[in-house]
C-alpha cells in the first residue's frame, strides 16, 4: 500500500521556521518526483517544491524561492521541506505528492498524495 505521510505542521510567528516531512512507503522511493503544494482557503492549489532524483533536480515556485529548501534522506524514504522567513501567506495546509511529472507543478501529473499538514503563520 502506498503511503505519504506528512508532518512537522504548526503555528509559528511571522519570520520563523518549520521543517516539514514526507514519509513515504509501498513503492520505490527513488522511481518518482516527491513535491510540495499547499492549499489555502479560497486560492487554487500552489506547487511549492518538488525533488527528482530521476532528473536529479530542485524546483522552487518563485514565492518561495530563497525561503524554501528540498532535501530527500533516501534511506528514511523521507522528503524534507524546510520553511524559512515564514510570512503569513504562507499559511496553508501543506500536501506532498508522489508521481513522474512532465511539469512539475502540475499537481494532475501526481500519482499519490498524503494527508496534509497546516502551517500557519500569525503576523
Known amino acids: 500500500e502506498v503511503q505519504l505521510v506528512e508532518s512537522g505542521g504548526g503555528l509559528v510567528q511571522a519570520g520563523g521556521s518549520l521543517r516539514l516531512s514526507c514519509a513515504a512507503s509501498g513503492f520505490t522511493f527513488d522511481d518518482y518526483a516527491i513535491g510540495w503544494f499547499r492549499e489555502a482557503p479560497g486560492k487554487e492549489r500552489e506547487g511549492v517544491s518538488c525533488i527528482s532524483e530521476i532528473v536529479g533536480r530542485t524546483y522552487y515556485a518563485d514565492s518561495v524561492k530563497g525561503r524554501v529548501t528540498i532535501s530527500s534522506d533516501n534511506a528514511k524514504n523521507t522528503v524534507y521541506l524546510q520553511l524559512n522567513s515564514l510570512k503569513p501567506e504562507d499559511t496553508a495546509v501543506y500536501y506532498c505528492?508522489?508521481?513522474?511529472?512532465?511539469?512539475?507543478?502540475?499537481?494532475?501529473?501526481?500519482?499519490?498524495w498524503g494527508q496534509g499538514t497546516q502551517v500557519t503563520v500569525s503576523s
Open positions: 505528492a508522489a508521481g513522474r511529472p512532465s511539469i512539475w507543478y502540475f499537481g494532475r501529473s501526481y500519482d499519490y
